[in-house]
């Protein structure tokens, strides 16, 4: 069974097996943890995304979906890219959060990857309600079953965030 833990600090600075990137769909970078990882990882990390730009994402990645790239100059073997959906008000999306939990998950499982550190996917500049973001991460989580992975660790970037997954693990169990 899979470990949940929590932690405050900066994704980029975990030690795992692949850390999963909330990414946009044209998977060349982008603000928040996006810029974050591909700062600290270098170039190395871009180039292989530009490779999957030109091969099988030519139109870039779709929102729920997600794809590995090697990890860079990050202490981790790989980077799984995924793009969450932007908060809608009056339209509900969050099949396609779930989607990008579950998938990265399938991604790290396929890798063989034992530690996945996440981010809150969408709860930044794509305006998800971290509430709501912390529910559904926790319980998608519990629910996917993967081989491999022992330990997902959600890395939350300050105290609010943190506490909304404190609060969401301790409802969840
Ligand atoms: P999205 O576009 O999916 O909303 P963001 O990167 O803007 O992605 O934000 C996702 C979450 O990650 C936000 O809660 C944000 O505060 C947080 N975040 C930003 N930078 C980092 C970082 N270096 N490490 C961990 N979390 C981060």
Not at 100 to 128: D, H, N, Q
């Amino acid at each position: 069974m899979t470990a949940i833990t929590l932690v405050q600090g900066d994704i980029t600075g975990q030690q795992v097996d692949a850390i999963v990137n909330a990414a946009n769909s044209s998977l060349l970078g982008g603000g928040g943890v996006d810029g974050a990882i591909h700062r600290r990882g270098g170039p190395d990390i871009l180039a292989a995304c530009r490779e999957l730009r030109a091969s099988h994402y030519g139109k870039g990645l779709p929102t729920g979906q997600a794809v590995a790239t090697i990890a860079g100059q990050l202490d981790a073997r790989w980077v799984i890219h995924t793009v969450g959906p932007v908060w809608s008000g009056n339209e509900d999306r969050s099949a396609l959060l779930v989607s990008c939990y579950r998938e990265a998950l399938r991604v790290a499982g396929e890798l063989g990857a034992k530690t996945v550190a996440f981010p809150a996917i969408s709860t930044g500049i794509f305006g998800w309600p971290m509430d709501d973001g912390a529910r559904i991460a926790v319980r998608t989580v519990r629910e996917t079953a993967t081989d491999s992975v022992e330990e997902v660790r959600f890395v939350l970037f300050d105290d609010y965030a943190y506490g909304e997954f404190a609060e969401a693990l301790a409802a969840q169990g």
